[in-house]
């Protein structure tokens, strides 16, 4: 049922959320009450509003976006199942070099078009659900349409291009329905959608390793993408807007001041180098074990522990995040933490359980520091329609990450493998590049603190629009 939110309410929640960022200045707080108070005074006063921060409404939109985010985007993230998979079939014998592409090209489009999708989505805002609507197919379909490819080209076209476009359309409209109906508590929202595929990457590789190992691909794309239409389907209509769009459409564009702030580039520095080194353990931790001399189901489960400490970590971290902490704080943490476990246990890990603590440890807290990005929205930025932009950024500057893993890991990885050796050897480089991304992502806003002049500087001397 619907509740009428006054702006006495809205001012309480905005002064909360300002110091969830780690903002205390209290004209930027008043700010944004105003901002937001007249906006929905102006443009909704004869209209009732669902409440904010709770609710059936509000819990109804985000339940939904976390079960199309741990399905659908928990489907290319376990691709090197499929990899794995396609690499032993004749078919594809000459084209085995180009079998990491389809994966590259699903999950590096749902990064790389985050700002795409977001100015998208902002630009329309009252086609939100038309577009979540007109998406949604394009996913099951380009897993249809998959099962029926023959050839490596085939399974780009289809299991990457189509299926990854069709789900970065589709998330941001989401992501922007959340925005409106958590407010005080947003940054626990965002951490529960960012935790949502860590829930699927627990079970989903082995339920789709299963699946191929006993029908093969094609059988096994149909069977995932009805499975996806049941699970998915129903839930569409659930997605809606909290606030009616604006009448004007110079309400729907989005302000880049933000861009002019040396907090910003602070923060950009920071994800980007994050991005870099955060995704090497998640595709080459199980290597690194069948190397050790551990099976492949013991790999997959490291991966699978992994999944579920990501779950914990970005949970937690996106509830610190609505606290009073300084969102700076809290990332350097996360980093620092993971500068340690992967310089110290991974690099010496010769056996199972100390694998199994690096996993823990990094899952947890190297995990938790994509959760901060709308945090570090709120703190560059006192407006509140930017703050969808902002998260893109970040998700693309994080994409960059994922889309030079793998020539990087080309570069870094050894021939060799000695056990007696830091790394085994063969991931020595890989570790150290790993642990120094981490490291120079918190040194970078060590900087802020210690020597904000030389951002400032730094920030001034770029060209301005």
């Known amino acids: ?32 009450e105003k901002t937001i108070a007249n906006w929905e005074q102006e443009a909704h006063s004869s209209q009732q509003l669902d409440a904010v921060d709770g609710g059936f409404p509000a819990w109804r939109v985000l339940i939904g976006g976390f079960v199309f985010e741990a399905l659908l985007w928990g489907f290319p993230v376990s691709f090197g199942v499929f990899q794995d998979y396609y690499s032993t079939l004749p078919q594809f014998a000459g084209s085995k070099n180009n079998i990491a592409l389809i994966g590259a090209i699903a999950q590096g489009s749902c990064y790389l078009g985050a700002p795409f999708s977001a100015a998208l989505t902002k630009r329309f805002p009252r086609y939100q659900r038309q577009i979540i609507w007109l998406a949604w197919p394009l996913c099951i379909g380009g897993l249809v349409a998959a099962s029926y490819a023959n050839t490596i080209g085939g399974l780009i076209a289809t299991q990457g291009i189509m299926y990854g476009v069709g789900f970065i359309t589709l998330t941001y409209p989401i992501i922007s329905m959340i925005n409106e109906y958590w407010i005080a508590r947003k940054g626990m929202a965002f951490g529960l959608i960012s935790a949502a595929s860590g829930a699927s990457g627990a079970v ?13 691909y ?38 880049w001041s933000f861009v ?36 492949a189901t013991q790999g997959a489960l490291l991966l699978s522990i992994m999944s579920i400490a990501q779950v914990l970590g970005q949970f937690f971290f996106g509830y610190l995040s609505d606290r009073n902490i300084s969102v700076g704080v809290l990332c350097s943490i996360c980093m620092i933490v993971s500068t340690i476990v992967v310089f110290s246990a991974w690099g010496a890990a010769k056996a199972l359980p100390l694998l199994v603590i690096f ?14 990005r709308v945090a570090m929205g709120k703190a560059v930025s006192d407006d509140l329609s930017s703050v969808v932009a902002t998260y893109s950024v970040f998700v693309f500057l994080q994409g960059i990450g994922n889309i030079l893993a793998g020539p990087l890991s080309a570069v870094l990885l050894a021939h060799t493998v000695t056990k007696s050796e830091y790394g085994i ?28 002049s030389i951002v400032r500087k730094l920030v001034s001397a770029l060209p301005r629009g």
């Open 260 to 295: 002019h702030k040396p907090l910003f580039y602070v923060y950009g520095l920071s994800t980007l180098l994050y991005g870099l080194g955060f995704f090497f353990p998640l595709l080459h931790l199980p290597s690194y074990a069948t190397s050790l001399g551990l099976s």
């Open 359 to 372: 996993t823990i440890v990094y899952g947890f807290f190297a995990s938790a520091f994509s959760t901060m």
């Open 218 to 255: 094609k059988t096994t794309l149909r069977a995932i993408a009805v499975a996806m239409a049941v699970l998915t389907g129903p839930l569409l209509p659930v997605f809606k807007g909290r606030l009616p769009p604006p009448e004007h459409s110079q309400a729907a564009k989005t302000n």
């Open 204 to 216: 989903m590789p082995f339920i789709i390793q299963a699946l191929l190992a006993r029908y093969g």
């Open 1 to 32: 049922m619907s509740t009428t939110v006054t702006t006495t309410r809205t001012s309480f929640e905005l002064q909360n959320w300002s110091e969830a960022g780690g903002i205390t200045n209290p004209t930027s707080s008043a700010r944004q």
């Open 425 to 452: 050897e063969r991931y020595k480089n890989m570790i150290i590049f790993t642990g120094a991304c981490m490291f120079g992502s918190a040194a970078v806003i060590a900087i802020w603190w210690c020597r904000p």
